[in-house]
């Protein structure tokens, strides 16, 4: 149980182009939904909680013009980079959380590499 | 300071040895602390919770002293699988926002 799904694993795309990034738990209901970027050799950074019906809240720092995050159901948020540049390569990492629990379940990641 | 420290490491040990990670965290709010553990290119996984009592899971140990804001995990008994950087993980506070913030890891390399 408790599986999150991502797609797509990994994306190569060029410099000004926008990526959409699914997120999806397959075996049970978030309404929650968290999204992480991580650079090499660094941690996980969170980015934005995403709520399921209401807009999400991103962490200091962070576009919320540039990562648009939609969360349109209990089983599935997205991240779009917008105008995607190569800073914006990276590892992102979504994760979901059950319902009445602390504990998050990751999906396998995406790796974004923008050229 | 950052929120959650680790000693980067890495930590580099024979198989059949006993290996211990240190964590502490700033936020004396935080309620919920977990070990994650992140093999290379792929998504953390969660390796268990740490509850205020302390708590094992074969040949995993977690210790949490809520007075020092320090975290431990022991591993023994090391396996070459068990290569791979531990995260060191707590909940954002006490708003429930389920935010977790991550420490750095600490890099495990167990040799033969």
């Known amino acids: 149980g408790a599986v999150v799904s991502q797609h797509p694993s990994r994306v190569i795309c060029k410099s000004g182009t926008s990526v959409k990034i699914e997120c999806r738990s397959l075996?049970?209901?978030?309404?929650?939904m968290f999204w992480y970027r991580q650079f090499p050799k660094q941690s996980l950074m969170l980015m934005a909680t995403s709520n399921e019906g209401s807009k999400a809240t991103y962490e200091q720092g962070v576009e919320k013009d540039k990562f648009l995050i939609n969360h349109a159901s209990l089983t599935l948020s997205t991240l779009t980079v917008t105008s995607a540049h190569p800073e914006d390569s990276s590892f992102y990492i979504c994760s979901a959380r059950p319902f009445s629990t602390d504990t998050q379940y990751f999906g396998p990641g995406t790796r974004l590499t923008v050229l | 300071r950052k929120e959650v420290e680790q000693d980067p490491g890495p930590f580099n040990v024979p198989e059949g040895a006993t290996v211990a990670f240190n964590c502490t965290y700033s936020n004396s709010a935080s309620q919920s602390f977990f070990w994650y553990r992140q093999d290379c290119r792929k998504e953390p996984k969660l390796l268990m919770s740490?509850?205020?009592s302390g708590n094992e899971d074969g040949r995993f140990t977690a210790q949490l002293n809520r007075a020092s804001q320090y975290i431990s995990l022991l591993i023994r008994d090391s396996k070459l699988s068990d290569s791979a950087t531990y995260l060191c993980?707590?909940?954002?506070?006490?708003?429930?926002?389920?935010?977790?913030?991550f420490g750095q890891g600490t890099t495990l390399q167990v040799k033969p």
């Open positions: 075996d049970f209901q978030a309404t929650t």
């Open positions: 993980v707590v909940n954002g506070g006490s708003s429930n926002t389920g935010k977790l913030i």
């Open positions: 740490v509850y205020s």
